[in-house]
């Protein structure tokens, strides 16, 4: 299998609108107790046009060192570590709090496809098979993490954005939801009572009879909106919600 692969599938991987000259290049801690391994994944990366600059340990501890005194975009964890297994440096990668940008990808060997799905299911963002490791594999690799990473952060960000807006229609419908529904029932009560007055002597002007209904018809979409945050916090909350009446007819 070659590890060679075309310059239009390598630039295919960098946005069109980002010069290749203004790209920073990532920063990639590699955890290997093996530097012949540590090596060939170097070496891989530059011959798949992919612009890292890498950090090289070789034991947990000094990842863990490393982790303390810089942040990194990109982490590979070898497996097979002695003493220590890559899940050990997972859960320190992802227990670091100056390190939740950092992607994990783990390196494990041909018979251990049981530890890389262990490992996707603790936070680790890909898998690579030693055996399997060439330029297109790697490529795939980075690019469909950062992706995801991407992704997921899209997705944290509207739930968050989410929360937020929840969190306002709560503190509003608290505060402010009742005395305005009140209002509002109060507003259309008086309508009505006019309504009808104007009904029995025919005194108002048709105009103030025209702004009269339109009013009415507004507190009424107010009333229905009002209901439907209340419906909405109620919800989100877990609680039941019965629909009140605008008021009696």
């Known amino acids: 299998m070659t590890n060679d692969i075309d310059e239009e599938t390598i630039s295919s991987t960098v946005p069109e609108e980002v010069p290749q000259e203004a790209q920073q290049p990532l920063t990639a801690l590699t955890l290997d107790d093996d530097p012949i391994d540590r090596l060939r994944l170097i070496k891989t990366c530059k011959k798949a046009g992919l612009q890292i600059e890498f950090t090289e340990v070789a034991t947990v501890a000094d990842m863990r060192r490393e982790l303390?005194?810089?942040?990194?975009?990109?982490?590979f964890l070898d497996h097979n570590l002695g003493m220590e297994t890559g899940l050990d440096a997972l859960r320190a990668l992802i227990a670091h709090e100056d390190q939740a940008d950092a992607i994990p990808i783990m390196l494990t060997s041909v018979t251990s496809h049981h530890t890389a799905v262990e490992a996707m299911r603790n936070g680790c963002a890909d898998y690579i098979v030693k055996e399997e490791l060439t330029v297109s594999a790697l490529i795939k690799s980075v690019t469909s993490a950062i992706e995801r990473r991407i992704l997921f952060s899209a997705l944290s960000g509207a739930q968050a954005f989410q929360r937020s807006v929840g969190e306002v229609i709560e503190r509003f419908m608290l505060t402010c939801g009742p005395e305005m529904r009140e209002i509002l029932s109060k507003t259309l009560a008086t309508l009505r009572g006019l309504k009808a007055i104007e009904k029995a002597d025919q005194t108002l002007d048709p105009v103030i009879l025209s702004n009269f209904t339109l009013l009415e018809r507004g507190c009424k979409d107010l009333t229905v909106l009002v209901d439907d945050l209340v419906?909405?916090?109620?919800?989100?909350?877990?609680?039941?919600?019965r629909k009140r009446p605008l008021i009696s007819k």
């Open 68 to 75: 303390d005194q810089n942040t990194f975009d990109i982490v």
């Open 231 to 241: 419906s909405v916090v109620a919800t989100a909350r877990g609680v039941p919600v």
